[in-house]
C-alpha cells in the first residue's frame, strides 16, 4: 500500500469518485495504516528502486524512472554509459500493476517484443508503439493481470502521470530512440532508479546465474536426469500453461528418442527484477529431429533453502544467424564461466514456453503412412491432466503411462508413431498478425494467430465469463461437461436464446415493494450433508440449464433480492446479468468444462464457488465462478450474487486433451487432400476468410492451388512431430512438414496452423510456413 503523501494531488478526486463511499473508508484507513501495512506486507515490486550490476549487462538497455517521470536509455560501451534522458509519463496511480484496468505502470524487468507502426490513434499513442512482454511469468506467478504495456508517444505532447499504464514519451524523442528498441531489448520499470550510481559492482550473484544458465544448458545437452533439478514444480505449474509433469515427461520420452542435442549460448546477460532475476541469452538448439535459433529467457528465484530455481522461461524464435555459423563451424558458445561444486543441484522454479521439439524424422519414416498423421495410430499424445484437476474430472482423462510400458506389445511403427508428442508450447515459427491496441483499454489480448478476428466485447465483471482461455467436452467442443456425481436434469439444446425473463421463487409470498429490500430472517444453515447435496444438485442444474443455452436459466435467480441480500457482493442488476447472458446464448454453440463445486455457508447464504471453462465462436474464458445462494421458506435454493473472476485454471489441458483426436482427425483429412490434389476435399478444411502465406480468403487459396495444380501435382505430404497448442481463438498446430511434387520440387519446413472450431469441426483459419535447411545427407 503506497502512503497518501506520495499520491499526487491530480489522482485524488479519481479515487474519491469511482469508489462511492465504500472507497471513502478506504482512503481514510490507507491515510491511518500506510506505514504499519507496508512493513507488514511482503516486498513485492512497489516501490521497487532498481540496481543495475556490472555483470552481464545487455549492449542496449532502457530504464524508466517512475518517480522522476524519467526515461533512460543506456548503452554498453564499458563501461555502461547513458545516451538518452528523457521526460515521460506513466500511469496515472502510483505502486506496481496489479490488475487489468487499475491504471498503473508494472514495476520489474521486460522486453521489447515488437513495432507497431499504423492503426493506431495519433492523440493518443502517436502512431507508433514498442510491446513489453508483461506481464511475465513472475508477474502470472504472483497473480497479475492485464496486458498492453507499451512504450509509445503522444500526439500532443505529454504530461506527468497520464497513461493507463504505459509508458510515454514525445514524438521527437520516440523518433530518435524508437530505431534502438529492437525486439528482446531489456526495459526496466522501476519507482527509482540512480544513473548516477550504476553499474554497481556485482556481489557474485550475476556471474553465479550466468553460472546456472550455463549449467542448466550443459544438463539439457546431456540428456540428464539433473535438468530436472533445475525446476520448481509447483511454482511451474502455476507459472505455466502445462504442468511441470507434462514437461517433464514430454522432455524425458524426448531424451530417450534423440540421438544428439546440443546447446549453444551466445551472450549470457543477467538483470535483477523485483524478488528475481532474468538470464538471458541467444540460444541455437540442434538436435537429432531439429534445429532452431531465438532468444532464451529464464526467471530466477530464491527457495526456502536459499538456492535459485527456474520460476519462468520464455523462448522466442528470430533468425541470428547462429544456424548458418553452425553449419559452416563458426559457431562459437560463450566461454564457460567457473563452475560452482554445486551447480548440479540447483533446482529452479517451473517456467512456461518451452523450447519446440518435437520426433525425429526417421522415427516417423519408420511407422506406416497411416500412422504418420492418424490420431488412431497414437500420432498425438495427449498432455496429462494437471494434478490440480479435481478427481471426478481427471478419473474420465486419459492417464499418462510409462515409456516402457507403453510400448509393449507394440509394432515398431506404432511404437515410432507414439513418440510424436503433444505439449503445450510456443509456436516454432514467428506469428504474424493484426495487432490489437494496448489492453488497457482492455480491447483484447495479445496477438495471437487470428489475423483480423474483431475482439470479444468487453464483458461485465459480474456473471459475465471474460476471454481467457478454451474448453470443450469429449465428443465435440459444443457438449457440457458436468462434474461426476451431480444431479443434473437433461436440458436440450435450443437453437437460439429466447428472451428471459426471472421469474420469483413459486413459494415465496408476494411483499410490498419497500419490504424486498430486506432479508426476511430464516433459520440458520448448515453444511450438512443434506445441505450440500442440495446445493449440488443446484449448481448441476444450473451448469446443464447454461451449457444448453436454455432460457429457463433465469428462473434461477432470485428476483425480489439479487443483489440486494445483507453479505453478498453488489454487482450488476439481474437485468444486466440476463441480457448478458442472453447474449451469450445466441452463440451457434457453447462449450462448458467444470470442476467440482467447493461450499461454504457465509451468514445466512450459501456459497458455491468452482473452476470453470467456457468456448464459444467469439472466444473463451476460464476462471472461478461464484454463486451465492439463499434458502426460500420453500427450502430452495435461488442465486441471490453472482460473479465471475478470469484466471489461469489448467482447464486448457482438459480441454486440449478432450479435442486433440477431433482435431487431428481434420488435420489428416486435410494432408490426404493435399497429397492427392483433391482441391474440393483440400478447400473444404478452410473456413471461408483463411489466410494462407499472403492469399485471403478461401476463393484466393482455391485460385492459387487450381493453377498449380494445373501444372504440377503433389506427390508427397508428410507431417510428423504434430503440436496442438490452445489458442485464445481455438487450437494451434505446429509440424514438420516434408513435401515433394511431380517437377522433382521438395522442401522442408515447419507449417503453422491456426483452427477454429464451426460447431461440428475444425477448420484450418490460418497457415504460414517456414522453410528448414535441408537435411543431411548420410
Given at each position: 500500500?503506497?502512503?497518501?503523501?506520495?499520491?499526487?494531488?491530480?489522482?485524488?478526486?479519481?479515487?474519491?469518485?469511482?469508489?462511492?463511499?465504500?472507497?471513502?473508508?478506504?482512503?481514510?484507513?490507507?491515510?491511518?495504516?500506510?506505514?504499519?501495512?507496508?512493513?507488514?506486507?511482503?516486498?513485492?515490486?512497489?516501490?521497487?528502486?532498481?540496481?543495475?550490476?556490472?555483470?552481464?549487462?545487455?549492449?542496449?538497455?532502457?530504464?524508466?524512472?517512475?518517480?522522476?517521470?524519467?526515461?533512460?536509455?543506456?548503452?554498453?560501451?564499458?563501461?555502461?554509459?547513458?545516451?538518452?534522458?528523457?521526460?515521460?509519463?506513466?500511469?496515472?496511480?502510483?505502486?506496481?500493476?496489479?490488475?487489468?484496468?487499475?491504471?498503473?505502470?508494472p514495476e520489474g524487468v521486460y522486453f521489447v517484443e515488437y513495432k507497431i507502426a499504423s492503426g493506431l490513434?495519433?492523440?493518443?499513442?502517436?502512431?507508433?508503439?514498442?510491446?513489453?512482454?508483461?506481464?511475465?511469468?513472475?508477474?502470472?506467478?504472483?497473480?497479475?493481470?492485464?496486458?498492453?504495456?507499451?512504450?509509445?508517444?503522444?500526439?500532443?505532447?505529454?504530461?506527468?502521470?497520464?497513461?493507463?499504464?504505459?509508458?510515454?514519451?514525445?514524438?521527437?524523442?520516440?523518433?530518435?530512440?524508437?530505431?534502438?528498441?529492437?525486439?528482446?531489448?531489456?526495459?526496466?520499470?522501476?519507482?527509482?532508479?540512480?544513473?548516477?550510481?550504476?553499474?554497481?559492482?556485482?556481489?557474485?550473484?550475476?556471474?553465479?546465474?550466468?553460472?546456472?544458465?550455463?549449467?542448466?544448458?550443459?544438463?539439457?545437452?546431456?540428456?540428464?536426469?539433473?535438468?530436472?533439478?533445475?525446476?520448481?514444480?509447483?511454482?511451474?505449474?502455476?507459472?505455466?500453461?502445462?504442468?511441470?509433469?507434462?514437461?517433464?515427461?514430454?522432455?524425458?520420452?524426448?531424451?530417450?528418442?534423440?540421438?544428439?542435442?546440443?546447446?549453444?549460448?551466445?551472450?549470457?546477460?543477467?538483470?535483477?527484477?523485483?524478488?528475481?532475476?532474468?538470464?538471458?541469452?541467444?540460444?541455437?538448439?540442434?538436435?537429432?529431429?531439429?534445429?532452431?535459433?531465438?532468444?532464451?529467457?529464464?526467471?530466477?528465484?530464491?527457495?526456502?533453502?536459499?538456492?535459485?530455481?527456474?520460476?519462468?522461461?520464455?523462448?522466442?524464435?528470430?533468425?541470428?544467424?547462429?544456424?548458418?555459423?553452425?553449419?559452416?563451424?563458426?559457431?562459437?558458445?560463450?566461454?564457460?564461466?567457473?563452475?560452482?561444486?554445486?551447480?548440479?543441484?540447483?533446482?529452479?522454479?517451473?517456467?512456461?514456453?518451452?523450447?519446440?521439439?518435437?520426433?525425429?524424422?526417421?522415427?516417423?519414416?519408420?511407422?506406416?503412412?497411416?500412422?504418420?498423421?492418424?490420431?488412431?495410430?497414437?500420432?498425438?499424445?495427449?498432455?496429462?491432466?494437471?494434478?490440480?484437476?479435481?478427481?471426478?474430472?481427471?478419473?474420465?482423462?486419459?492417464?499418462?503411462?510409462?515409456?516402457?510400458?507403453?510400448?509393449?506389445?507394440?509394432?515398431?511403427?506404432?511404437?515410432?508413431?507414439?513418440?510424436?508428442?503433444?505439449?503445450?508450447?510456443?509456436?516454432?515459427?514467428?506469428?504474424?498478425?493484426?495487432?490489437?491496441?494496448?489492453?488497457?483499454?482492455?480491447?483484447?489480448?495479445?496477438?495471437?494467430?487470428?489475423?483480423?478476428?474483431?475482439?470479444?466485447?468487453?464483458?461485465?465483471?459480474?456473471?459475465?465469463?471474460?476471454?481467457?482461455?478454451?474448453?470443450?467436452?469429449?465428443?465435440?467442443?459444443?457438449?457440457?461437461?458436468?462434474?461426476?456425481?451431480?444431479?443434473?436434469?437433461?436440458?436440450?439444446?435450443?437453437?437460439?436464446?429466447?428472451?428471459?425473463?426471472?421469474?420469483?421463487?413459486?413459494?415465496?409470498?408476494?411483499?410490498?415493494?419497500?419490504?424486498?429490500?430486506?432479508?426476511?430472517?430464516?433459520?440458520?444453515?448448515?453444511?450438512?450433508?443434506?445441505?450440500?447435496?442440495?446445493?449440488?444438485?443446484?449448481?448441476?442444474?444450473?451448469?446443464?440449464?447454461?451449457?444448453?443455452?436454455?432460457?429457463?436459466?433465469?428462473?434461477?435467480?432470485?428476483?425480489?433480492?439479487?443483489?440486494?441480500?445483507?453479505?453478498?457482493?453488489?454487482?450488476?442488476?439481474?437485468?444486466?446479468?440476463?441480457?448478458?447472458?442472453?447474449?451469450?446464448?445466441?452463440?451457434?454453440?457453447?462449450?462448458?468444462?467444470?470442476?467440482?463445486?467447493?461450499?461454504?455457508?457465509?451468514?445466512?447464504?450459501?456459497?458455491?464457488?468452482?473452476?470453470?471453462?467456457?468456448?464459444?465462436?467469439?472466444?473463451?474464458?476460464?476462471?472461478?465462478?461464484?454463486?451465492?445462494?439463499?434458502?426460500?421458506?420453500?427450502?430452495?435454493?435461488?442465486?441471490?450474487?453472482?460473479?465471475?473472476?478470469?484466471?489461469?485454471?489448467?482447464?486448457?489441458?482438459?480441454?486440449?486433451?478432450?479435442?486433440?483426436?477431433?482435431?487431428?482427425?481434420?488435420?489428416?483429412?486435410?494432408?490426404?487432400?493435399?497429397?492427392?490434389?483433391?482441391?474440393?476435399?483440400?478447400?473444404?478444411?478452410?473456413?471461408?476468410?483463411?489466410?494462407?502465406?499472403?492469399?485471403?480468403?478461401?476463393?484466393?487459396?482455391?485460385?492459387?492451388?487450381?493453377?498449380?495444380?494445373?501444372?504440377?501435382?503433389?506427390?508427397?505430404?508428410?507431417?510428423?512431430?504434430?503440436?496442438?497448442?490452445?489458442?485464445?481463438?481455438?487450437?494451434?498446430?505446429?509440424?514438420?512438414?516434408?513435401?515433394?511434387?511431380?517437377?522433382?520440387?521438395?522442401?522442408?519446413?515447419?507449417?503453422?496452423?491456426q483452427l477454429r472450431f464451426d460447431g461440428k469441426r475444425w477448420r484450418i483459419a490460418r497457415e504460414d510456413?517456414?522453410?528448414?535447411?535441408?537435411?543431411?545427407?548420410?
Amino acid at each position: 500500500m503506497t502512503c497518501l503523501r506520495s499520491l499526487p494531488v491530480r489522482n485524488w478526486w479519481p479515487l474519491r469518485v469511482e469508489g462511492a463511499g465504500c472507497r471513502l473508508w478506504g482512503v481514510a484507513l490507507a491515510l491511518l495504516f500506510c506505514g504499519a501495512m507496508t512493513l507488514a506486507r511482503p516486498a513485492l515490486a512497489d516501490n521497487w528502486q532498481a540496481t543495475l550490476y556490472n555483470e552481464g549487462l545487455p549492449t542496449h538497455l532502457v530504464a524508466v524512472d517512475k518517480a522522476r517521470q524519467t526515461f533512460l536509455f543506456f548503452e554498453k560501451k564499458s563501461p555502461l554509459k547513458l545516451k538518452y534522458t528523457f521526460p515521460c509519463t506513466t500511469g496515472q496511480l502510483p505502486g506496481d500493476k496489479q490488475v487489468l484496468n487499475d491504471l498503473r505502470t508494472p514495476e520489474g524487468v521486460y522486453f521489447v517484443e515488437y513495432k507497431i507502426a499504423s492503426g493506431l490513434d495519433f492523440k493518443e499513442y502517436g502512431g507508433i508503439a514498442y510491446t513489453l512482454n508483461y506481464p511475465n511469468p513472475v508477474d502470472k506467478l504472483r497473480g497479475k493481470t492485464g496486458h498492453g504495456i507499451w512504450i509509445h508517444s503522444k500526439g500532443f505532447g505529454i504530461e506527468p502521470l497520464s497513461t493507463r499504464g504505459c509508458v510515454a514519451i514525445g514524438l521527437d524523442e520516440i523518433g530518435e530512440v524508437g530505431p534502438q528498441l529492437t525486439p528482446g531489448t531489456a526495459v526496466v520499470l522501476a519507482e527509482r532508479l540512480d544513473e548516477k550510481s550504476v553499474p554497481r559492482v556485482d556481489d557474485g550473484t550475476a556471474r553465479q546465474l550466468r553460472r546456472l544458465m550455463q549449467a542448466w544448458s550443459s544438463a539439457w545437452a546431456a540428456r540428464s536426469r539433473k535438468f530436472f533439478d533445475f525446476y520448481d514444480a509447483e511454482a511451474y505449474s502455476r507459472a505455466m500453461p502445462e504442468s511441470f509433469v507434462a514437461f517433464r515427461q514430454n522432455k524425458e520420452r524426448l531424451f530417450n528418442i534423440l540421438r544428439f542435442i546440443k546447446i549453444y549460448n551466445r551472450k549470457i546477460h543477467v538483470l535483477e527484477g523485483p524478488g528475481y532475476w532474468v538470464t538471458w541469452s541467444e540460444q541455437l538448439y540442434t538436435a537429432s529431429n531439429l534445429s532452431t535459433e531465438g532468444i532464451r529467457r529464464l526467471y530466477w528465484q530464491r527457495g526456502k533453502d536459499d538456492k535459485f530455481r527456474i520460476v519462468g522461461m520464455e523462448w522466442t524464435p528470430r533468425d541470428l544467424g547462429m544456424r548458418a555459423d553452425f553449419q559452416k563451424g563458426r559457431l562459437v558458445a560463450e566461454a564457460p564461466l567457473q563452475v560452482v561444486s554445486d551447480a548440479g543441484s540447483e533446482a529452479p522454479r517451473p517456467p512456461r514456453l518451452d523450447m519446440p521439439e518435437s520426433a525425429p524424422e526417421e522415427a516417423v519414416a519408420a511407422a506406416s503412412p497411416a500412422a504418420v498423421a492418424s490420431p488412431a495410430a497414437s500420432d498425438v499424445e495427449k498432455a496429462p491432466v494437471l494434478q490440480s484437476v479435481d478427481q471426478s474430472v481427471a478419473a474420465s482423462a486419459p492417464k499418462p503411462t510409462d515409456t516402457a510400458a507403453d510400448n509393449a506389445g507394440k509394432s515398431s511403427g506404432e511404437k515410432a508413431a507414439a513418440r510424436t508428442l503433444l505439449a503445450l508450447s510456443e509456436p516454432l515459427v514467428p506469428l504474424r498478425q493484426t495487432v490489437p491496441p494496448p489492453a488497457e483499454v482492455n480491447w483484447g489480448a495479445r496477438p495471437g494467430m487470428a489475423a483480423g478476428k474483431a475482439a470479444q466485447p468487453a464483458l461485465p465483471p459480474q456473471e459475465a465469463p471474460q476471454a481467457v482461455q478454451p474448453s470443450a467436452s469429449q465428443s465435440a467442443p459444443g457438449a457440457a461437461v458436468v462434474p461426476t456425481g451431480a444431479a443434473a436434469p437433461s436440458v436440450p439444446t435450443s437453437p437460439a436464446a429466447p428472451a428471459m425473463q426471472p421469474q420469483a421463487a413459486p413459494a415465496a409470498p408476494a411483499q410490498p415493494q419497500a419490504a424486498q429490500t430486506q432479508s426476511v430472517q430464516l433459520p440458520t444453515l448448515e453444511l450438512s450433508a443434506g445441505t450440500r447435496q442440495a446445493l449440488a444438485a443446484a449448481v448441476a442444474d444450473w451448469n446443464t440449464a447454461f451449457a444448453a443455452r436454455a432460457a429457463r436459466i433465469a428462473d434461477f435467480y432470485d428476483q425480489a433480492r439479487y443483489n440486494r441480500e445483507p453479505g453478498a457482493p453488489r454487482g450488476h442488476s439481474l437485468r444486466t446479468t440476463l441480457r448478458e447472458l442472453e447474449r451469450r446464448f445466441a452463440a451457434p454453440w457453447l462449450t462448458v468444462i467444470n470442476r467440482k463445486p467447493d461450499m461454504e455457508i457465509k451468514g445466512g447464504l450459501a456459497v458455491t464457488s468452482w473452476e470453470q471453462l467456457v468456448a464459444a465462436p467469439e472466444g473463451f474464458a476460464e476462471g472461478v465462478r461464484t454463486l451465492w445462494w439463499r434458502r426460500g421458506e420453500d427450502g430452495g435454493f435461488r442465486i441471490v450474487a453472482a460473479q465471475f473472476r478470469p484466471g489461469p485454471t489448467g482447464l486448457a489441458a482438459d480441454y486440449l486433451d478432450r479435442v486433440s483426436d477431433q482435431a487431428s482427425a481434420a488435420l489428416e483429412t486435410w494432408r490426404k487432400a493435399w497429397e492427392a490434389a483433391q482441391l474440393d476435399a483440400y478447400m473444404d478444411a478452410y473456413t471461408s476468410d483463411a489466410v494462407q502465406q499472403g492469399r485471403r480468403g478461401a476463393a484466393n487459396i482455391r485460385r492459387q492451388k487450381e493453377q498449380l495444380w494445373a501444372r504440377v501435382k503433389p506427390t508427397l505430404v508428410r507431417i510428423s512431430g504434430l503440436r496442438l497448442v490452445v489458442d485464445r481463438a481455438g487450437l494451434r498446430a505446429d509440424m514438420t512438414q516434408v513435401y515433394a511434387d511431380s517437377a522433382g520440387h521438395s522442401d522442408r519446413g515447419t507449417k503453422t496452423l491456426q483452427l477454429r472450431f464451426d460447431g461440428k469441426r475444425w477448420r484450418i483459419a490460418r497457415e504460414d510456413w517456414a522453410a528448414l535447411p535441408p537435411a543431411p545427407q548420410p
